[in-house]
């Protein structure tokens, strides 16, 4: 209260106005003081000006105290008002309270201590109601902004979801697409490679040298074709989980082993070493062979595919907890760690250019990944730049299907698993052996 205070008193009392005057004064109050008698002007002069207190008699002229107070407070006109009552006003003191009067004093305690007292509670008081206001106002105001931004929230939220369900759509429409598309293409190439190996045979006839090149370009074309095929096909049954793992007892040594062979001319090729370390002391296991080598053949594929000088190893090593581990280890190209993650995602291939030197469909490592998962393993990549790459695959020695109809329990060292019937599997087998057997990228 150390600056100049405006004050109005507001009473038809002039004997009342005076006193509070002098009383202000000797206080040693420093004030600009106004006066009136009545309600009416005491009003119209409170709507323009500020004051930073109003004393106010309980009685006017024209209107009662309590009348004043409430056109004040109707009117949003903020000011501290301490109401001078009467000797024996109690219970009006309490009414104009509760309409709004900051406090009150009897006229017949009006002194320069009393009065300057409640001035200063009045202002003080009056003070902090404002800020409990303003306090009150800005957390309406955030309030109110939480609920604004908590509606957006939901509006973008439902506008995620109808995306999301549109996305979804869209994929399940795309899977469903490569699927039959692959399937449908299936059938002509395999007429086309089938012809081809026909009129290989020397029972056919005789060809001419360059008509045999040719056929065994459309032969070679032909696979190639149809492994892409099925690349797509397994993908797409892959995302849409429709791709069953056919599990059954056999010798993962002799897989590899044939596997191995298979692929030996295409390092041969490239004057590349093809090595084999075997150190399984049991090679039976359970799981889907078809499988096992389709991931196999991606690996090698690869090793050869992005190595130019060098060697290729293979090894197979028994692991703790009856698991066991494929490594295909190259000296090739080798690939930077901030690409290890991506290139285990569909279509991703560090060099995504269309005039890339290798070929590719980019979903080898996508599709190994997807099934040495449905087979309870792991995939560890290790790789260095221009040095070479390591994949290594963990596998449990026996993996656990999903139990399918026509599935029966099967003995396996004394172990009960499931998996197919060996007959069953058997064909189906040899059916999968013609749409994974071929290289990924031999033309
Ligand atoms: P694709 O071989 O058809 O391109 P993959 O999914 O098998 O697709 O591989 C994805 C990418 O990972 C390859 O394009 C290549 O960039 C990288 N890659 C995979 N294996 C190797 C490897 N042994 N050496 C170097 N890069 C590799």
């Not at 009662?64 to 109401?83: C, F, H, M």
């Not at 490594?327 to 991703?348: C, L, N, Q």
Request: proline residues 2%.
């Amino acid at each position: 209260m150390e600056d100049t205070l405006k004050i109005l008193v507001v009473d038809d009392d002039e004997v009342d106005r005076v006193a509070v005057r002098c009383a202000l004064t000797k206080a040693g109050i420093q004030m600009e003081l106004s006066e009136v008698a009545d309600g009416n002007n005491a009003f119209s002069i409170l709507t323009t000006t500020a004051y930073d207190c109003v004393f106010l008699g309980s009685r006017l002229l024209d209107q009662d105290g309590l009348t004043l107070i409430q056109q004040l407070r109707s009117s949003e006109i903020k000011v501290p008002l301490v109401v001078l009552t009467g000797q024996e006003d109690k219970q009006t003191a309490v009414q104009l309270l509760k309409a709004g009067a900051t406090d009150y004093l009897s006229k017949s305690r009006i002194s320069p201590e009393n009065l300057a007292q409640v001035l200063r509670s009045a202002i003080r008081v009056y003070r902090a109601e404002i800020q409990v206001a303003l306090a009150k106002e800005q957390l309406r105001e955030s309030h109110e902004q939480l609920i604004r931004k908590n509606q957006e929230l939901e509006r973008q939220q439902q506008q995620l979801q109808m995306q999301n369900f549109k996305l979804s759509e869209a994929s399940v429409l795309k899977s469903h697409f490569l699927a039959t598309m692959s399937h449908e293409l299936r059938t002509p190439m395999n007429a086309i490679i089938g012809f081809s190996q026909i009129l290989l045979r020397p029972k056919f006839g005789q060809l001419t040298h360059q008509q045999a090149d040719m056929v065994e370009r459309i032969l070679n074309n032909g696979k190639h074709l149809l492994m892409l095929v099925n690349e797509v096909l397994d993908f797409s049954k892959l995302e849409a989980g429709r791709l069953d793992l056919k599990g059954e007892r056999f010798d993962i040594s002799k897989v590899i082993n044939l596997t191995v062979s298979e692929m030996r001319s295409l390092a041969d090729a490239k004057n590349l070493s093809l090595l084999v370390q075997n150190d399984l002391q049991n090679s039976l296991v359970f799981n889907d062979p078809v499988r096992i080598k389709q991931i196999l053949i991606n690996l090698l594929s690869n090793a050869i595919k992005f190595t130019e000088f060098g060697e290729v190893w293979v090894e197979v090593k028994e692991l703790p907890a009856n698991r066991l581990a494929i490594i295909v280890r190259d000296t090739g190209i080798g690939i930077a760690s901030r690409d290890f993650k991506r290139i285990f995602e569909a279509f991703r291939q560090v060099d995504q250019t269309l005039t890339r030197k290798y070929p590719g469909t980019g979903l080898g490592l996508a599709i190994i990944d997807s099934l040495v998962r449905m087979m309870g393993g792991k995939i560890f990549l290790e790789s260095k730049l221009g040095v070479g790459s390591t994949f290594k695959i963990e596998l449990p020695r026996q993996i656990t299907l999903s139990a399918v109809e026509g599935d029966v329990p099967l003995q396996v060292d004394g172990e009960r698993v499931f998996g197919s019937t060996k007959n069953q599997h058997h064909s189906s087998s040899q059916a999968r052996q013609a749409s994974v057997g071929y290289p990924r990228f031999k033309l």
